[in-house]
C-alpha cells in the first residue's frame, strides 16, 4: 500500500510540471505572438519605410589627372576642385520632369540632358550630366533636393591650365568620354563621364596620366540622397610627366608670331629634346576642357584662323628655298656637283620653251655651291635638280627626314609630300614630267614639309648628319612608388654623307647669316647659321609688282631654320611665317630672337625658371 501511495505521489507531480510546462509555453507564444503584431501591424509601417527608404548604392569616385610640368619643374597642367551633377536612373520615377527641372534651374539643353540620360550602362550607376558647375549651381540644386530625386553632387578634381593658351598646342585638353571611344579597347576600363585626353600630350599620354577610379558604397534614402557612407575604395591618381619644353622659351616663341599664323620649332640637335613648338592661333585648353554646346563646337572647328590645328607638326607648306640644304648635300653625295663646280646664273633657267626665273632679275653671274647657298641662287639648283633627277633628289630628302613622320608624341602628325616617279604614278596615275623636277629642286611643286620636319632636318645637319627623334615627354614620375621613368633620346638615323659635306654646307650656311640673305639673323651674343626660304603660294604673288598690292592671304609664305652656335650646335630652329613674304625680313628675325634667348636661359641657373 506504501508503494502505491508513492507511485500516485510521483505522478501527480509530474502532471502538475507538464501542466506548468504548458502554460509557460502558452506564455512565450503569446509573448512571441504580441511582439509579433507590435513589430507587424502597429510597428510594419515604420519598419517598412526604413526598409524601402534605406538602400545602398556604389559610386564611381573620378581620379585626379597626372600633374604636368616642363623641363625644369613649372607647373603647366594641375587640378582643381570642382563641383559635378550625377543621376542616378534606378531612383528616378519621372525623367522627363528631372529633365525639365534640370534645365530651368540650371539652364542645360534639355535635348543634351535626355542624351546622357538614354546612355548605355547600369541605372544604379550616377550617370555624370554637368561638370564644373559653379558654387551657385550646386548650391541651387542642394536646395531642391526633395524635388530632384536621383540627383547628386559630388566633389570632384577637374583639370586646370595655369598658363592659359601657353603651349596650348602640346599640352592639350581633356573631355568627357566618348560612346564611340568607349568602344575602343583603350577605354575598355572606363565609364560614361570618365575624363581622358583629347589633344596633345593629354591624349598621347592620356593611359598615364587618367588614373585609376575609385568606389564607395553608400545608403541612400527613398530619393536617392546619401545618408551615410558604407565603404570606400579610394581613386588612383595619374602619373606625372614632365616635358622637354622651357616654357619660358615657349611663351617667346609665341609672343614673337602674335597675331600672325605660323609656327616656331626650336630643338636640340644632340638629342631631339623639343625646346618649343608655338603654332598660332592658339586656344585655350581651360575652354576646350568644359563641355561645349554643338554651336561653340561649330565656331571653333570652323574658325578661318584653324586654331586647333597644330601648324608645327600638321601643317604642310612647300619648303621654298629652305629645301636646298638637304639639295645641296645631295648634289656632293651624288657626284652632280663638285664644291668648286660653277653654274653661270643670268637670272633665269631655260628648259624647253619655258624660262624658270631665279629670284634675282639680273642674275648671280658664275656662282659655286657655297655661294648658291649663301646668295640662295634658284639657277644654280635648277640646274643640278635637273642633271640628278627627281628620284635621286627623293632619296636624299628622305634621309634627311622629309617625307615621313618624325615619330613626335602627338596625334595625327603630317608627313608632307616628297614626290618622286613612283608617288606621282600611285597618287595621280600620271608620269613624271622633267620640268617638274626644276620647282621640286628649289621647294616648290608637289613638295611640302611641316615645321617640325625642317627643325629636325636643319638639327640633322648641325649634328653632322646624326639625327634623332624630336622629344617632347623627358620623364614619367609614377604617383604610387615615386619613381622616375626616364624617357630615352632615340636616334633615328644618319645620312649617308661624308663629314666633309657636311662642314662645306655649314660653312655656306654660316656665311648666308653673315654676307647672305639672312643678314637679319646676325646676332652679336652667338654665331647663328642658317637657310632663308621664300615659298610661292599662288601664281598671282608672282603677277603684282609689289608684295603690298598683293592681298595677304596669297602672300608667300616665309621660311627661315638656322642652328647655333655654329661651332657646337645646341639648338635648331625653324619658323614659318604665313603669308609674311620674304624668310630674310619676316622669319629670321624671329628666329634670332629665339636663339638668343635661348643662350641667355642656358646662362642661367635651373631654380630661375621655378617661378617665371
Excluded at 356 to 374: C, E, I, P, Q, T
Aim: with cysteine; net charge neutral.
Amino acid at each position: 500500500m506504501a508503494t502505491s501511495g508513492t507511485h500516485d505521489s510521483e505522478l501527480g507531480e509530474l502532471q502538475r510540471r507538464l501542466t506548468l510546462l504548458r502554460i509557460g509555453l502558452l506564455l512565450v507564444v503569446g509573448l512571441l505572438g504580441l511582439r509579433l503584431w507590435h513589430l507587424q501591424i502597429r510597428e510594419g509601417p515604420y519598419y517598412r519605410d526604413l526598409s524601402e527608404n534605406n538602400r545602398t548604392r556604389s559610386v564611381l569616385l573620378e581620379p585626379a589627372r597626372g600633374l604636368i610640368y616642363d623641363r625644369h619643374g613649372v607647373l603647366l597642367a594641375n587640378n582643381v576642385p570642382s563641383f559635378s551633377l550625377y543621376v542616378t536612373l534606378e531612383d528616378v520615377k519621372d525623367r522627363e520632369g528631372l529633365v525639365q527641372k534640370l534645365s530651368e534651374l540650371l539652364g542645360l539643353d534639355s535635348a543634351v540632358i535626355r542624351k546622357k540620360l538614354a546612355g548605355r550602362g547600369s541605372k544604379m550607376l550616377p550617370r555624370k550630366i554637368k561638370d564644373r558647375l559653379t558654387l551657385r549651381d550646386a548650391t541651387l540644386i542642394e536646395s531642391h533636393r526633395l524635388d530632384l530625386p536621383g540627383v547628386m553632387i559630388q566633389v570632384e578634381s577637374q583639370r586646370n591650365y595655369p598658363g592659359g593658351m601657353a603651349a596650348s598646342h602640346l599640352i592639350g585638353y581633356v573631355g568627357e568620354v566618348s560612346p564611340e571611344q568607349l568602344e575602343k579597347p583603350e577605354f575598355a576600363d572606363l565609364h560614361q563621364g570618365s575624363i581622358v585626353g583629347q589633344y596633345g600630350v593629354e591624349k598621347s599620354f592620356d593611359r598615364h596620366v587618367r588614373g585609376q577610379a575609385g568606389q564607395k558604397s553608400v545608403e541612400v534614402d527613398a530619393l536617392g540622397h546619401e545618408k551615410r557612407t558604407v565603404q570606400v575604395d579610394k581613386p588612383q591618381s595619374g602619373n606625372d610627366l614632365y616635358l622637354t619644353i622651357d616654357i619660358r622659351l615657349q611663351k617667346v616663341a609665341e609672343d614673337l608670331l602674335g597675331e600672325e599664323s605660323g609656327a616656331i620649332v626650336a630643338l636640340d640637335p644632340t638629342s631631339g629634346d623639343i625646346l618649343a613648338m608655338a603654332s598660332r592661333p592658339g586656344f585655350d585648353p581651360n575652354v576646350l576642357s568644359r563641355e561645349l554646346t554643338p554651336k561653340q563646337w561649330v565656331e571653333i572647328v570652323q574658325n578661318e584662323g584653324r586654331p586647333l590645328n597644330n601648324r608645327a607638326s600638321q601643317g604642310q607648306y612647300p619648303p621654298g628655298s629652305t629645301f636646298k640644304v638637304p639639295m645641296a648635300v645631295a648634289a656632293l653625295e651624288s657626284n652632280t656637283m663638285s664644291p668648286s663646280s660653277s653654274v653661270l646664273c643670268t637670272g633665269g633657267y631655260q628648259f624647253g620653251k619655258r624660262v624658270y626665273r631665279d629670284w634675282k632679275a639680273g642674275g648671280h653671274g658664275y656662282v659655286d655651291l657655297h655661294k648658291a647657298l649663301v646668295h640662295s641662287c634658284d639657277v644654280y639648283f635648277y640646274t643640278i635638280g635637273q642633271r640628278m633627277g627627281i628620284d635621286t633628289m627623293a632619296e636624299y630628302a628622305k634621309e634627311f627626314g622629309l617625307g615621313h613622320e618624325t615619330g613626335i608624341e602627338l596625334p595625327s602628325e603630317r608627313v608632307g609630300i616628297v614626290p618622286s616617279t613612283a608617288w606621282k604614278m600611285k597618287a595621280k596615275k600620271e608620269a613624271w614630267l622633267p620640268g617638274e623636277t626644276i620647282s621640286a629642286a628649289i621647294g616648290q611643286g608637289y613638295v611640302t614639309v611641316t615645321p617640325l620636319q625642317m627643325a629636325s632636318m636643319i638639327g640633322t645637319v648641325a649634328n653632322d648628319g646624326v639625327s634623332y627623334r624630336p622629344r617632347l615627354v623627358q620623364a614619367i614620375m609614377d604617383r604610387m612608388t615615386g619613381n622616375l621613368q626616364e624617357m630615352p633620346a632615340v636616334p633615328r638615323g644618319k645620312v649617308h654623307a661624308k663629314p666633309e659635306t657636311f662642314r662645306l654646307v655649314k660653312e655656306a650656311l654660316a656665311d648666308v647669316v653673315t654676307e647672305g640673305t639672312a643678314t637679319r639673323a646676325k646676332s652679336s651674343i652667338v654665331a647663328i647659321a642658317g637657310k632663308t626660304g621664300t615659298a610661292q603660294t599662288t601664281a598671282l604673288a608672282k603677277e603684282k609688282k609689289a608684295e603690298k598690292d598683293i592681298p595677304k592671304k596669297f602672300r608667300d609664305h616665309a621660311w627661315f631654320v638656322a642652328f647655333a652656335p655654329v661651332e657646337s650646335p645646341k639648338i635648331a630652329v625653324a619658323v614659318l611665317a604665313e603669308h609674311m613674304g620674304h624668310g630674310g625680313s619676316a622669319a629670321a628675325p624671329l628666329a634670332k630672337e629665339v636663339i638668343e634667348t635661348y643662350m641667355k636661359l642656358k646662362a642661367q641657373a635651373p631654380t630661375d625658371a621655378s617661378g617665371s
